[in-house]
């Protein structure tokens, strides 16, 4: 009799072999690129001005098994690309003991590196999950989400779309009394075909695509495709959320919401140890796993933005409700590829939509706009589609009122925070920044494990030893949480 194992999600990583190539991209170019380097915020009515770097805010990774190498590697990735050290700003939360994993290894250097690449003053929480079945994982979220200081999530994981998958969305959530807690999800490298992606079509989750960036040696932004392994797509079971209102008329949820680089030829660097064999190695890494920590460092710098201005942090519906009603100039557009496939009912390219959402960032103006909650007023009309999009739209009929979302608070009375640039910072990021993997191993992505059967929901009650032991690591350091 075989016994039947539970669903496992597998991290969403696309690497090129073991070797590291010129055409890999440094935090520095990155970060020049996307304009998200040499920001400062300003007070109006106040003197001086402070780094944007995410001071103030913790960004929570999800994983699963445990790294024990992981705060190495992030210090080698620092030393070479000058970024600050981590000493008393990350933590590891370990449910899974000494049971590690090579593959999530690789995805939690990945997911640390680049989150720190772009807020390099925020803390980081690496929740490692027991094992990487969907009930464990989800018991990392509800740690993660239970520390009063986390205010995001990054998970660069997930499932293909199922019905009961869909009953899960409420883990993406604020809980009452905590400040307010934005969700990012991987959609995934397997491509349009594969379709959309669990959590990133939940609607409390900021779904990010992948994009082929071209730059120049410094970072000058040159051009930008949609990347033909990113995923995306129309969800099965979702209808569409009310801040999809102005972007595409299927009825049903479309992912990514947005995008940043993702092809591994287009890749960044990675510094990872193996845990099975204890040797390191430079590496160049893609996939929507480089996009999901990068956007959660953005959304950091808007906490930080928020919070300086007496404001609190955003939650998923309130950052979504604005990154929608946002101007375009907020966003890099993206030249759809070659094999774009045809129009959506109200006119974007159906492959920009389920690929590329709004875009990459346009660094300064977007965070300047997220921060000031500058936005055109939503479209919250009710609307039936006939027949769905060109696209596989299924003629849903959308909900005719938004969820309720607290509205972002107005700024104080001094003046809102607008970002400028830092006119000391070098070309390749602030002053205190300079200017794949395993050998033919496939990733495994999104996949199940055995026969499909119920998911047992996570258990509530998070595990109050591992929180005691990362409160106590950072107390130590002189960082402990509110």
């Known amino acids: 009799m075989s016994r039947r194992r539970p669903r496992a999600l597998r991290p969403i990583v696309d690497r090129l072999d073991g070797r590291c190539l010129l055409s890999a991209l440094t935090p520095a170019q990155v970060t020049q690129a996307y304009g998200l380097s040499g920001l400062s915020f300003t007070n109006v009515g106040h003197p001086g001005s402070f780094k944007a770097d995410g001071s103030g805010v913790t960004i929570a990774i999800i994983v699963a098994y445990h790294d024990p190498y992981l705060q190495q590697d992030l210090n080698t990735f620092d030393a070479a690309f000058h970024l600050p050290s981590t000493a008393n700003t990350l933590a590891q939360a370990n449910l899974a003991g000494n049971r590690t994993d090579s593959g999530w290894a690789g995805e939690a250097t990945l997911d640390v590196e680049w989150a720190h690449a772009i807020a390099p003053a925020a803390r980081i929480l690496v929740v490692e999950a027991a094992t990487d ?87 000058t932004y040159r051009s930008e495709t949609t990347w033909s392994g990113g995923g995306g797509g129309y969800s099965q079971y979702q209808p569409e959320p009310w801040y999809q209102y102005n972007l595409q008329w299927t009825g049903v ?116 706009d997220l921060v000031s909650g500058r936005a055109a007023p939503a479209a919250r009309s009710a609307a039936t589609t006939a027949g769905g999009a060109a696209s596989g739209g299924t003629g849903v009929r959308r909900a005719s009122v938004a969820p309720d979302v607290p509205p972002i608070a107005d700024p104080p009375a001094s003046g809102w925070l607008p ?21 033919g191993r496939s990733p495994a992505l999104l996949t199940t494990s055995g026969t499909r059967r119920p998911i047992r929901p996570a258990p509530i009650t998070p595990a109050v030893a591992a929180i005691d032991a990362v409160l106590g690591e950072w107390d130590s350091g002189g960082l402990g949480l509110a």
Do not use: C
């Open 133 to 219: 079945s969907t009930t464990d994982i989800l018991a990392a979220i509800n740690v993660a989400k239970s520390f009063p200081d986390v205010q995001v999530v990054s998970m660069s994981w997930g499932l293909s779309e199922s019905a009961d998958l869909t009953a899960l969305d409420g883990y993406f959530t604020t809980p009452p009394g905590h400040q307010g807690i934005t969700y990012l999800a991987a959609t995934g490298d397997a491509g349009p075909t594969a379709g959309a992606q669990w959590p990133s079509t939940s609607p409390g989750v900021i779904g990010v695509g992948g994009t082929t960036l071209r730059v120049s040696s410094t970072g």
């Open 419 to 439: 970002i400028v640039r830092d006119p000391g910072a070098a070309p390749g990021g602030t002053s205190s920044r300079s200017s794949g993997p395993t050998e």
């Open 253 to 368: 949820r479309s992912t990514p919401d947005v995008a940043f680089v993702a092809d591994p030829n287009t890749g960044g660097y990675v510094y990872t140890t193996d845990p099975s064999t204890g040797q390191g190695s430079w590496t160049q890494v893609g996939g929507t796993s480089l996009g999901t920590p990068a956007w959660a460092g953005i959304i950091a710098l808007v906490d930080q933005g928020l919070e300086y201005s007496g404001r609190p942090a955003l939650s998923s519906g309130q950052a979504l409700d604005v990154l929608y009603r946002l101007p375009s100039s907020d966003f890099h557009a993206v030249a759809a590829s070659s094999s774009g496939n045809g129009l959506s009912t109200d006119g974007a390219t159906a492959s920009s939509v389920t690929t590329t959402g709004l875009g990459t960032p346009n660094g300064s103006s977007l965070i300047r």
